[in-house]
């Protein structure tokens, strides 16, 4: 194996690996070697962050409903890069609308993209949804399987803040930084008042057109002078958006759109949120008011846990497992 095939970022590990394996690690010498790969890989790569894996495994799927569950999972880990190349293939095949109001069946807690997101704290993830669809307002108000906003949800999480950035810590380095639940509400009250108040607007979408092209993600011919021309790129990327982030929270707007207060978010609290439908095996968190725990209550003994397992229909803990 030569020097830049060891040291190149595309190529992680010297062994070979399985299509899920190669793209959870960025293996794209590995992917580029196989002739089929898993449904599995490109939600890997997705979620780890793995930029040019991810437009490789793009190129390699004809079904948009593939996209779904990739989107998801890189907006709860905050991995904007590769939300950006699913939403920009999205534009491209005209499924925009349908990608970012998609459910997450996967998991059952029928949960959106912006509620992933805003779930994890990847206020970066946030404001890159809301550029590419921020403007609709179903879209800003649309409710999981417990009927929970993608703000509610942050509220409730903002709560829990340092316990909850303990559960995801595991996505800051793919995220970028750590995550924050009141830039997440400070975002999404902002869109949703600047939504209602551009009612009259024909668009659905306000995306900003000064972002950095995409660098070539064919394969490693980015890759050159002991340069990834991709990893500069998500470093680029990634400052813009939180510069745009910052810009947008310091912005104050008159008359026909609002004033957000510096502490405009200090004392908003979460709604209650409904309990879960047992019936219909529903695994998202519940929240109930400010002061009870996150988590799925155990059908048996009634407590809340974060780990649910499936026995008979029914979601129990660990314990009564």
């Given at each position: ?106 998991f059952g807690d029928q949960r959106n993209a912006l509620h992933k997101a805003a779930a994890g704290g990847r206020f970066l993830a946030v404001h890159c949804l809301l550029e590419y669809y ?188």
């Amino acid at each position: 194996m030569s020097e830049k095939q060891t040291t190149c970022p595309c190529k992680h590990v010297r062994w070979r690996l399985s299509s899920a394996t190669a793209a959870e690690f960025g293996d794209l010498h590995r992917l580029r070697e196989m002739k089929r790969h898993r449904k599995e890989a490109l939600q890997l790569a997705a979620q780890q962050g793995h930029t040019a894996v991810t437009a490789f495994l793009l190129q390699q799927t004809t079904d948009w409903n593939d996209w779904i569950t990739p989107l998801h999972r890189a907006s709860f880990a905050g991995a904007v890069s590769t939300m950006r190349l699913l939403l920009d293939t999205a534009v491209e095949q005209n499924r925009l609308k349908a990608l970012m109001r998609a459910p997450d069946i996967t998991f059952g807690d029928q949960r959106n993209a912006l509620h992933k997101a805003a779930a994890g704290g990847r206020f970066l993830a946030v404001h890159c949804l809301l550029e590419y669809y921020g403007q609709n307002t179903a879209f800003l108000l649309a409710k999981d399987g417990q009927g929970h906003t993608a703000r509610d949800i942050a509220v409730a999480m903002r709560l829990r803040q340092i316990e909850e950035a303990k559960s995801v810590a595991r996505w800051n380095t793919v995220a970028g930084g750590t995550p924050d639940w009141d830039k997440c509400v400070q975002l999404l009250r902002r869109a949703e008042l600047q939504s209602t108040a551009n009612t009259t607007s024909s668009r659905s979408s306000f995306r900003k057109h000064h972002w950095e092209p995409l660098p070539p993600l064919s394969g490693c011919v980015d890759c050159s002078n002991d340069t990834c021309l991709t990893q500069t790129w998500e470093d680029s990327f990634r400052s813009i958006l939180t510069l745009q982030v910052e810009e947008s929270l310091r912005t104050s707007f008159q008359n026909n759109v609002f004033v957000m207060p510096v502490k405009e978010t200090e004392d908003e609290q979460p709604a209650p949120l409904a309990e879960p439908d047992r019936a219909s095996g529903t695994m998202s968190s519940s929240f109930q008011n400010h002061t009870t725990t996150i988590g799925q209550e155990c059908s048996k003994c009634h407590n809340r846990t974060i780990v649910v397992y499936r026995r008979n229909g029914l979601f129990v803990c660990k314990k009564c497992r």
